[in-house]
């Protein structure tokens, strides 16, 4: 149904609702609080939407919802963060931050497209993702569900995966809604604590956290969550001016807004800026939230202040008019449930799609010519915890990390799934090479460390290939870490293991950029590979021994030393030194970098007038890459600080070994609006710098000097 039908047709119901009904559509309730009891009591009193309930139990509530005086169907929100993964059935991808590795935003559109199917089959309508928060501060525990640290890459993947989850009609079968989140500024909060206060001006917040969410609404983007932050002291939930006139008025947003959770009563017990449920509803109804997640107190509140005069009933019909007007336009009055496409789950196809993210996913970052392994390698030492870890692998936002986290983490792993010492001993059985496997040492201490053992298989082979990283309780939400040295014995084994003589290839296999130290600087190869998801294993173990050819790229910093961060790349010019006197100037591995098994070139850089870039690339290395072009700009004399490079445009080009070829990108003026004093977006006139090349590195780059 196309949105001005799906509006009159709410205006119409919106009529007919006595006030109670209105309240209890605007609130969504959560099945793991209460259980089926409390959930069907909601249901019957007219909830408008549940999270965390799939299946037969949705199917349930949705029955009782529909028998209610008007009959109103409950829509179904889940975290599908990187397929649906609360589902132990369910296709996992790479997650976000590991897909924007591969710089490709038809593999975050085919995520997202192949996770809409397997969620819709589960009778569900709706998922919590795209993440579009900023990964600037590393601590954060959540920068795994991030695309990075850049706004314009996260902006271009963030807008493909909401293409991918909707398609062209809410309607559709196997399509669902997309809820670009948490609006906004959520990654920046002080010191990387989750939920804390971000120091952040609107004019920033203009110039950095705003854009991707720009693309999302541009994208058509159904929903919006609210962060649970606070910016300059004020709650976002509490906050008309980014909630609703930024957001509504600027950006034209007009699907619905969803609370974080629980975040309204957070204003009373966390936030302390309201004295109480029923002050803290209207607030959070007043600032622009349509539905309110969790607190199931907002009911009596918002009904008090109501009664009490202290609220106008025209909030609560806004917002109420928002939810309903989805709702009509995605039919769910006429198909109250999702019917995707059964059988899905697990079908080649979405295998297939996954295997593809997470070798797009893989980024070569450090090789002296170990690799590709193979030509007279006979015996190969696999260690690591990570290294046999699908948990790890998987990352945060699956069954083994939600709903309800499970501290034993005892739940069974689903197959298929291959972890990368599994990957390579497929390859070695194929190529007659022996491989052996130890742990080495646990990443969290666990007393069951047997360094002795690694160290004794790593002396017999002729290469080791070593997983460090982080596990499950270092990561995610409520879980920040002030020292992202990696845990445990990790470096000492390290030490021990490059004892021996051997080519080391590190494998980093984690939720975010870690300290990597030794592990990195003396390792002979490095490959990350973050949480790539059910294949990761063996897209891993394909790049090391030459498989495949890795084209990932980094679309975040990472730091030599926690006490160096913020390290991303769009630093603003004017430290004094450049660089804290103890650390180099520079990040252990940089925004944008990624190397392969070829080599890339670039020259012949020119801009005409209409903003056409064009640059000549050439893979001078010995087989087919994908090269991804990154074109940045510095704009040289600007009324506001200005970061010394900025990302504004990138494309991809595969190039058989010595082929070369023109590449056009086309920009627009827009790419060189800044946004000053007076928080106005332009372009002011003058001279900019345009950079062309493999990274954001100054030697990685090509420039020319244009005028605007
Ligand atoms: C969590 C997260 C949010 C998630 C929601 C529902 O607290 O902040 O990202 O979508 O609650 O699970």
């Given at each position: 149904m196309?949105?001005?039908?799906a509006?009159?047709k709410a205006?119409?119901l919106?009529?007919?609702?006595?006030?109670?009904?209105?309240?209890?559509q605007?609130?969504?309730?959560?099945?793991?609080?209460?259980?089926?009891?409390?959930?069907?009591?909601?249901?019957?009193?007219?909830?408008g939407s549940?999270?965390?309930?799939?299946?037969?139990?949705a199917?349930?509530?949705q029955?009782?919802a529909m028998?209610?005086?008007l009959g109103i169907p409950v829509i179904f929100g889940?975290?599908?963060?990187?397929?649906?993964?609360?589902?132990?059935?369910?296709?996992?991808?790479?997650?976000?931050?590991?897909?924007?590795?591969?710089?490709?935003?038809?593999?975050?559109?085919?995520?997202?497209?192949?996770?809409?199917?397997?969620?819709a089959?589960?009778g569900l309508h709706w998922?919590?993702?795209?993440?579009?928060?900023?990964?600037?501060?590393?601590?954060?525990?959540?920068?795994?569900?991030?695309?990075?640290?850049?706004?314009?890459?996260?902006?271009?993947?963030?807008?493909?995966?909401?293409?991918?989850?909707?398609?062209?009609?809410l309607s559709d079968d196997?399509?669902i809604l997309?809820?670009?989140?948490?609006?906004?500024?959520?990654?920046?909060?002080?010191?990387?604590?989750?939920?804390?206060?971000?120091?952040?001006?609107?004019?920033?917040?203009?110039?950095?956290?705003?854009?991707?969410?720009?693309?999302?609404?541009?994208?058509?983007?159904a929903?919006?969550?609210?962060?649970?932050?606070?910016?300059?002291?004020?709650?976002?939930?509490?906050?008309?001016?980014?909630?609703?006139?930024?957001?509504?008025?600027?950006?034209?947003?007009?699907?619905f807004?969803?609370?974080?959770?629980?975040?309204?009563?957070?204003?009373?017990?966390?936030?302390?800026?309201?004295?109480?449920?029923?002050?803290?509803?209207?607030?959070?109804?007043?600032?622009?939230?349509?539905?309110?997640?969790?607190?199931?107190?907002?009911?009596?509140?918002?009904?008090?202040?109501?009664?009490?005069?202290?609220?106008?009933?025209?909030?609560?019909?806004?917002?109420?008019?928002?939810i309903l007007t989805i709702k009509y336009e995605m039919e769910l009055f006429d198909k109250p449930e999702k019917k995707?496409?059964?059988?899905?789950?697990?079908?080649?196809?979405?295998?297939?799609?996954?295997?593809?993210?997470?070798?797009?996913?893989?980024?070569?970052?450090?090789?002296?010519?170990?690799?590709?392994?193979?030509?007279?390698?006979?015996?190969?030492?696999?260690?690591?915890?990570?290294?046999?870890?699908?948990?790890?692998?998987?990352?945060?936002?699956?069954?083994?990390?939600?709903?309800?986290?499970?501290?034993?983490?005892?739940?069974?792993?689903?197959?298929?799934?291959?972890?990368?010492?599994?990957?390579?001993?497929?390859?070695?059985?194929?190529?007659?090479?022996?491989?052996?496997?130890?742990?080495?040492?646990?990443?969290?201490?666990?007393?069951?460390?047997?360094?002795?053992?690694?160290?004794?298989?790593?002396?017999?082979?002729?290469?080791?290939?070593?997983?460090?990283?982080?596990?499950?309780?270092?990561?995610?939400?409520?879980?920040?870490?002030?020292?992202?040295?990696?845990?445990?014995?990790?470096?000492?084994?390290?030490?021990?293991?490059?004892?021996?003589?051997?080519?080391?290839?590190?494998?980093?296999?984690?939720?975010?950029?870690?300290?990597?130290?030794?592990?990195?600087?003396?390792?002979?190869?490095?490959?990350?590979?973050?949480?790539?998801?059910?294949?990761?294993?063996?897209?891993?173990?394909?790049?090391?021994?030459?498989?495949?050819?890795?084209?990932?790229?980094?679309?975040?910093?990472?730091?030599?030393?926690?006490?160096?961060?913020?390290?991303?790349?769009?630093?603003?010019?004017?430290?004094?030194?450049?660089?804290?006197?103890?650390?180099?100037?520079?990040?252990?591995?940089?925004?944008?970098?990624?190397?392969?098994?070829?080599?890339?070139?670039?020259?012949?850089?020119?801009?005409?007038?209409?903003?056409?870039?064009?640059?000549?690339?050439?893979?001078?290395?010995?087989?087919?890459?994908?090269?991804?072009?990154?074109?940045?700009?510095?704009?040289?004399?600007?009324?506001?600080?200005?970061?010394?490079?900025?990302?504004?445009?990138?494309?991809?080009?595969?190039?058989?070994?010595?082929?070369?070829?023109?590449?056009?990108?086309?920009?627009?003026?827009?790419?060189?609006?800044?946004?000053?004093?007076?928080?106005?977006?332009?372009?002011?006139?003058?001279?900019?710098?345009?950079?062309?090349?493999?990274?954001?590195?100054?030697?990685?780059?090509?420039?020319?000097?244009?005028?605007?």
């Amino acid at each position: 149904m196309k949105r001005q039908l799906a509006v009159e047709k709410a205006k119409e119901l919106l009529e007919k609702m006595t006030t109670e009904e209105k309240v209890a559509q605007m609130i969504q309730v959560t099945y793991t609080d209460g259980g089926r009891e409390e959930a069907l009591k909601w249901a019957k009193m007219g909830a408008g939407s549940f999270l965390h309930v799939l299946g037969d139990d949705a199917r349930e509530l949705q029955r009782e919802a529909m028998k209610t005086r008007l009959g109103i169907p409950v829509i179904f929100g889940i975290d599908c963060i990187h397929g649906h993964g609360l589902n132990t059935s369910a296709t996992i991808f790479p997650s976000q931050l590991t897909c924007a590795c591969s710089w490709n935003p038809e593999v975050a559109r085919v995520m997202g497209e192949v996770s809409a199917r397997e969620v819709a089959t589960d009778g569900l309508h709706w998922t919590f993702s795209p993440v579009l928060c900023l990964a600037r501060d590393t601590r954060w525990g959540r920068v795994n569900e991030t695309f990075g640290e850049d706004p314009y890459l996260a902006g271009e993947l963030g807008a493909a995966i909401i293409k991918g989850y909707q398609g062209d009609d809410l309607s559709d079968d196997e399509h669902i809604l997309a809820c670009a989140k948490h609006y906004l500024a959520y990654g920046e909060a002080t010191g990387g604590r989750d939920a804390y206060d971000t120091e952040v001006t609107e004019r920033k917040v203009r110039e950095v956290f705003l854009p991707p969410f720009q693309k999302a609404v541009e994208a058509g983007c159904a929903t919006i969550m609210t962060a649970y932050g606070f910016t300059d002291g004020t709650p976002l939930t509490a906050d008309r001016h980014i909630m609703h006139d930024i957001l509504r008025d600027e950006l034209n947003f007009d699907g619905f807004v969803i609370t974080d959770w629980d975040n309204t009563q957070s204003l009373v017990w966390l936030q302390h800026i309201a004295a109480d449920i029923s002050e803290a509803s209207v607030m959070a109804a007043s600032a622009g939230n349509d539905m309110i997640m969790t607190t199931k107190g907002f009911y009596e509140g918002m009904l008090n202040a109501l009664k009490e005069g202290k609220v106008d009933i025209s909030v609560v019909d806004e917002a109420v008019l928002h939810i309903l007007t989805i709702k009509y336009e995605m039919e769910l009055f006429d198909k109250p449930e999702k019917k995707g496409e059964p059988g899905c789950f697990g079908k080649e196809e979405h295998l297939d799609a996954a295997r593809d993210a997470a070798r797009k996913s893989v980024t070569l970052l450090r090789n002296n010519g170990m690799l590709p392994l193979g030509n007279g390698i006979k015996k190969i030492a696999v260690i690591g915890e990570n290294a046999d870890n699908v948990r790890a692998q998987y990352g945060d936002w699956t069954y083994f990390t939600h709903p309800v986290p499970d501290p034993t983490n005892s739940r069974p792993a689903h197959r298929p799934y291959v972890t990368l010492w599994e990957g390579v001993k497929e390859i070695c059985d194929q190529e007659g090479i022996e491989a052996s496997y130890a742990k080495g040492c646990a990443v969290i201490p666990k007393g069951e460390d047997d360094l002795e053992e690694a160290v004794r298989i790593a002396k017999d082979a002729d290469a080791i290939i070593y997983a460090v990283g982080d596990v499950i309780p270092q990561f995610g939400e409520f879980s920040d870490r002030a020292d992202l040295n990696l845990s445990g014995k990790q470096y000492e084994l390290f030490e021990l293991l490059k004892a021996t003589g051997k080519p080391i290839c590190t494998v980093l296999i984690s939720s975010k950029p870690l300290c990597m130290g030794i592990t990195a600087e003396q390792a002979d190869a490095v490959v990350c590979g973050f949480n790539g998801g059910m294949f990761a294993g063996q897209a891993l173990a394909e790049a090391i021994f030459g498989k495949i050819n890795p084209s990932g790229r980094l679309p975040i910093s990472f730091p030599h030393h926690s006490g160096q961060i913020p390290v991303y790349y769009n630093q603003m010019p004017g430290w004094h030194g450049g660089k804290y006197n103890d650390m180099p100037k520079t990040p252990l591995f940089a925004f944008g970098e990624g190397m392969g098994y070829s080599a890339f070139e670039y020259e012949n850089l020119t801009c005409g007038s209409d903003l056409q870039v064009s640059v000549t690339v050439k893979n001078v290395g010995k087989v087919e890459g994908t090269e991804t072009v990154q074109i940045y700009q510095n704009d040289c004399v600007s009324s506001v600080l200005t970061p010394v490079r900025r990302l504004i445009a990138f494309t991809q080009v595969t190039l058989g070994a010595g082929e070369s070829k023109e590449v056009q990108i086309q920009l627009k003026k827009d790419d060189f609006a800044l946004i000053n004093k007076k928080c106005e977006k332009v372009v002011e006139p003058g001279e900019f710098i345009l950079y062309a090349g493999h990274s954001s590195k100054e030697e990685d780059l090509i420039s020319i000097t244009i005028k605007m």
